[in-house]
């Protein structure tokens, strides 16, 4: 399970706490820096009231199953009941691939590729993240179940967290992120 062999793309990868605004990110990075290309997840979740269809590839448990048991996953992993997983990517030539996904999936491309780029993004509060996974219109109990994750995800996560950006203004972040993709191409 890796990048095809003619892939010459560096993997890039958002990952830390739900609620973080890891997905705005990725769509603004997407627009102000230089040949990325966002993959698009596959998820077994069902779709939030205002989503947009387009935010993952809606599946459900049977197609997600028999899709990793074919290998078809770069990386996946099971949040809060659900599954989410990355397909393998096919990024156009000369792109970078964009990741943005949990610690376990962050955790899984490491091993299968040590080169690639993770940058741990956090939020500046807690109340920060209620607010943020408020909006979106989680559940009260949902909203308790992912900032109890994250508490767990941030202790597990220091032998990751190379990088780490906290998301207290999007477009500083999306400066700092572009600032480090930028400095980790030169290498
Ligand atoms: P949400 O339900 O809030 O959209 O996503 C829950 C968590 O799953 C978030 O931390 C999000 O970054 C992560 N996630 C989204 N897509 C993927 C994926 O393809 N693989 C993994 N491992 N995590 C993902």
Not at 36 to 46: A, C, E, H
Not at 157 to 186: C, F, G, M, Y
Request: glycine content about 4%; charged content about 35%.
């Amino acid at each position: 399970m890796a990048v095809s062999s003619e892939q010459s793309s560096d993997i890039i990868v958002l990952f830390g706490p739900s609620g973080v605004g890891k997905s705005t990110i990725a769509t603004e990075l997407i627009k102000h820096c230089p040949n990325l290309w966002l993959s698009r997840s596959w998820t077994t979740r069902p779709r939030r009231p205002q989503e947009s269809p387009d935010s993952y590839k809606f599946v459900d448990r049977d197609e997600f199953i028999a899709h990793r048991e074919a290998g078809r996953f770069l990386e996946c992993d099971e949040f809060l009941g659900n599954f989410y997983g990355t397909p393998i990517p096919e990024a156009p030539q000369g792109e970078d691939i964009l990741l943005e996904i949990t610690l376990d999936g962050a955790e899984q491309v490491k091993k299968l590729h040590p080169e690639a780029l993770l940058i741990f993004v956090d939020t500046p509060s807690q109340h920060d993240q209620k607010r943020r996974l408020r909006r979106r219109g989680d559940s009260a109990s949902n909203i308790r179940r992912r900032l109890k994750k994250s508490k767990q995800e941030r202790l597990r996560s220091t032998a990751l967290r190379k990088q780490v950006v906290v998301n207290d203004d999007l477009v500083k972040t999306v400066k700092d992120i572009t600032k480090i993709i930028e400095e980790h191409r030169k290498t």
